[in-house]
């Protein structure tokens, strides 16, 4: 009997959103239950807010994405908590070292990426921790169970032309399939790209996958606090 | 035997022009049958939203009113509404405001129509690309939706009305003092607190907090 070829699905994401921190568990969660190939696409959230344009939420909406994401994370069971100042976390501090450090370990040993999305999504989103500064993304690589010496080596790279490009790559090739934010998802079904906008389409992209959704599946929850 | 328990009240603050209100509005009328909920329709004007939180339609932003496109293609299919996005001349033309206000008339005249005329008048300007803003459009659709043509007239000048364009305002504010910055607005009333939820994607977590099971779409019980 054939096996059936697995499915691409592919999750852009930048660390300093905090519905890509539930979107990637999530996805985490159901490649080990559908029969797809999930490929971890770090990209820059403000390279994606440039390209397509931003509106920023007003207060009252803010405000409700503060709420919204505290239950839809309960109900996920991922540890989520509000830094101080999201603002100035998402704004001012941003993720352009991070991003690019993700990248230099997607392009030399992808094996640890997984999990140094996890480290970094803990820092800012459970632990208000900086994920901008060296000694940072040191510390969530050692998390991640990066050598020491390979981490160093990883961080060396990061003002390099290979890995700025790369990052620059991926941020276009999510333009291309009409991102506008983070989390995107582009699900391919049937050769054709279907991309999803946000956390919260994972049913329909089930139902266009021909798979089942089975909810939150807290009991795969790999983040740990 | 089951206890008697009462039902939670389950406010849909909507509005015909926006897409999305649609998906709410069929899942909800779903699952008023399923879910022991008390569902009480709220037309408002999402343009008056806008104006008093500065929220901007997401339709201006030329991207999103591109995966808008895709978005409803898909759910359409999903929930089985045959849903599509209007043109842009259609979703920011002003006088949109008067099926609101046709719908806030009905609310307070004979609000045993407001179920049918809400789904006509998205079927018209969704499904069919029809016209809602003039006399003629909504009096189709008044009649279409079952409320007698001997009353349609005195229904329709009704949108001229102070109490009617009052009303339309005031459930409008009510909405705002909930936190709506968009459309739709779900307020379900859980053991005297009411809480906010936006969207049309949000329909586990009201089940979770609702005490009750999502079931999916339920495609079988799709008017259409």
Known sequence: ????????????????????WLAFEVMCRYQQKWNIDLKLRPFFLSGIMQGAGFHQPGPSKASYMGKDLKRQTDMYKVPFKMPRNPAEVILIKGSLNAGRFLTAVDMNCDQYLEELTRQLFLRVYYRDEDITEPASLMSAAAKAGIPEDLAKQLLSTIKDQAVKDRLRQTTQAALDHGAFGSPTIVAHVDGKPQMFFGSDRMELMAHMLGEKWYGPLPELAKAKM | MAALRSRKVVELFYDVISPYSWVAFEVLCRYQTRWNIDLQLRPFFIGGVFKETGNKPPALLAAKYTYAQHDLRRLADFYKIPVKMPPMERLMRREN??????????????????????????????????????????????TAAGIPSDTTPQLLSRIR???????????????????AFGAPTIVAHIEGTPVMIWGSDRFPLLAHLLGERWEGPLREMAKY
């Open chain 2, 97 to 142: 405001v008067n099926s609101n206000r046709l719908l806030t008339a009905v609310t307070l005249d004979c609000p045993e129509h407001l179920e049918n005329l809400s789904r006509e008048l998205w079927m018209r300007v969704m499904a069919r690309d029809q016209d809602i803003t003039e006399p003629a459009s909504l009096e189709t659709a008044a």
């Open chain 1, 1 to 20: 009997m054939a096996t059936p070829i697995r499915k691409s699905v592919e999750l852009f994401y930048d660390v300093v959103s905090p519905y890509s």
């Open chain 2, 161 to 179: 009305d102070d109490d009617v364009k009052a009303a339309l305002k005031d459930t409008t504010n009510q909405a705002l003092a909930y936190g």
